[in-house]
């Protein structure tokens, strides 16, 4: 999985000093981290479809895609201005909103869709999340902070009360997904459990000694938002008609996915440059369990909780208070 321009955060946020700051209209930066979770960002970029909806606003649009492992780095090269559009959880933005909240005003643009993430482990005696002991390390992209962390804390807070909610947070060690599904798949280290992601999960799942602890949508209730693209105001105010392509072209990309989910997988595959199987990507996206759509599912639970323990400052009184306005024609939640 290699992009062009992989960003190297020291490299990016002394770039932002010194180009002085944002991008002007007709330019983007983007980041995605890895998995399947991004496919419509992979189809936007195959496709062209920024640029191709720039020239319907008039703008020539010059693309840099980038990638990051962990919503900490996201959200760091996002305020240090590195970079004009991040991705992360529905939890790593809604921290970033908080804290930004009347200043750099971060909002989310659009979700990437609904889809589960499991809670894996290869430690036989792992059955329930109360199975876990201090010998255990839980692999999470990044720790205490990231969607994965927030939602066990979600779980934490439910079986142990809400003051015992970061219970987990000191065996769940930073590992970026790929390395940690290896290191799952091959047992023998420290990393005992990994809350992974897909395509991640499925492919450490086909290994008989990896089995599932719990799904996120267990935690959630349903079917939930996994991934966010959000941004600053100022972007997005500055930009208008760069900030209309990139979303114009995020709905389109969704489209296309939902209407063509073989040739979706083979765009990943060729994007991401993955190794995996094209029947293995295919039956992925056509997870029933998987929905593309930039429409938010479930998100607001996360604002809800975690401002009850106190992670979050500002109260939200729904999930449009978040979302940039383009976003809140559809039946989000």
Same mark, same amino acid.
């Given at each position: 999985?290699?992009?062009?321009?992989?960003?190297?955060?020291?490299?990016?946020?002394?770039?932002?000093?010194?180009?002085?700051?944002?991008?002007?209209?007709?330019?983007?930066?983007?980041?995605?981290?890895?998995?399947?979770?991004?496919?419509?960002?992979?189809?936007?970029?195959?496709?062209?479809?920024?640029?191709?909806?720039?020239?319907?606003?008039?703008?020539?649009?010059?693309?840099?895609?980038?990638?990051?492992?962990?919503?900490?780095?996201?959200?760091?090269?996002?305020?240090?201005?590195?970079?004009?559009?991040?991705?992360?959880?529905?939890?790593?933005?809604?921290?970033?909103?908080?804290?930004?909240?009347?200043?750099?005003?971060?909002?989310?643009?659009?979700?990437?869709?609904?889809?589960?993430?499991? @809670?894996?482990?290869?430690?036989?005696? &792992? /059955?329930?999340? %109360?199975?876990?002991?201090? +010998?255990?390390? !839980?692999? $999470?992209?990044?720790?205490?902070?990231?969607?994965?962390?927030?939602?066990?804390?979600?779980?934490?807070?439910?079986?142990?009360?809400?003051?015992?909610?970061?219970?987990?947070?000191?065996?769940?060690?930073?590992?970026?997904?790929?390395?940690?599904?290896?290191?799952?798949?091959?047992?023998?280290?420290?990393?005992?459990?990994?809350?992974?992601?897909?395509?991640?999960?499925?492919?450490?799942?086909?290994?008989?000694?990896?089995?599932?602890?719990?799904?996120?949508?267990?935690?959630?209730?349903?079917?939930?938002?996994?991934?966010?693209?959000?941004?600053?105001?100022?972007?997005?105010?500055?930009?208008?008609?760069?900030?209309?392509?990139?979303?114009?072209? @995020?709905?389109?990309?969704?489209?296309? &996915? /939902?209407?063509? %989910?073989?040739?979706?997988? +083979?765009?990943? !595959?060729? $994007?991401?440059?993955?190794?995996?199987?094209?029947?293995?990507?295919?039956?992925?996206?056509?997870?029933?369990?998987?929905?593309?759509?930039?429409?938010?599912?479930?998100?607001?639970?996360?604002?809800?909780?975690?401002?009850?323990?106190?992670?979050?400052?500002?109260?939200?009184?729904?999930?449009?208070?978040?979302?940039?306005?383009?976003?809140?024609?559809?039946?989000?939640?």
């Amino acid at each position: 999985m290699v992009f062009a321009n992989k960003l190297s955060l020291a490299c990016g946020l002394a770039a932002a000093v010194l180009a002085g700051g944002a991008s002007a209209e007709g330019k983007i930066s983007i980041a995605q981290q890895f998995g399947i979770g991004y496919l419509i960002l992979d189809v936007v970029r195959d496709q062209q479809l920024i640029e191709k909806h720039g020239k319907e606003q008039g703008v020539d649009i010059e693309v840099d895609w980038n990638s990051i492992s962990g919503a900490t780095a996201m959200n760091e090269a996002l305020l240090a201005g590195a970079l004009d559009v991040v991705s992360a959880g529905v939890p790593p933005m809604l921290t970033v909103w908080d804290r930004t909240k009347g200043r750099q005003n971060v909002k989310a643009i659009a979700s990437l869709g609904s889809m589960p993430n499991y @809670l894996l482990s290869n430690n036989p005696d &792992v /059955k329930t999340l %109360k199975d876990f002991t201090d +010998k255990d390390r !839980i692999a $999470v992209p990044a720790a205490g902070v990231g969607f994965q962390s927030r939602t066990l804390q979600l779980e934490t807070a439910k079986l142990y009360g809400d003051k015992e909610f970061k219970k987990f947070d000191n065996i769940s060690v930073s590992i970026p997904h790929p390395d940690a599904t290896s290191a799952l798949i091959a047992g023998g280290s420290e990393i005992s459990a990994h809350f992974s992601s897909p395509p991640f999960q499925y492919q450490a799942l086909e290994n008989p000694k990896v089995h599932k602890v719990l799904s996120s949508y267990d935690i959630l209730g349903g079917p939930a938002t996994f991934n966010v693209l959000y941004t600053t105001q100022k972007f997005h105010d500055d930009n208008p008609k760069t900030y209309k392509a990139f979303y114009d072209a @995020l709905v389109e990309a969704a489209q296309i &996915v /939902k209407a063509d %989910k073989v040739a979706a997988a +083979k765009t990943y !595959i060729r $994007v991401e440059k993955s190794t995996l199987s094209e029947a293995f990507v295919e039956k992925i996206v056509k997870d029933p369990e998987i929905d593309f759509t930039v429409v938010p599912q479930r998100t607001f639970i996360y604002a809800e909780r975690l401002h009850e323990l106190g992670v979050l400052k500002n109260k939200a009184q729904s999930w449009k208070d978040y979302f940039f306005e383009e976003a809140h024609g559809g039946e989000g939640s």
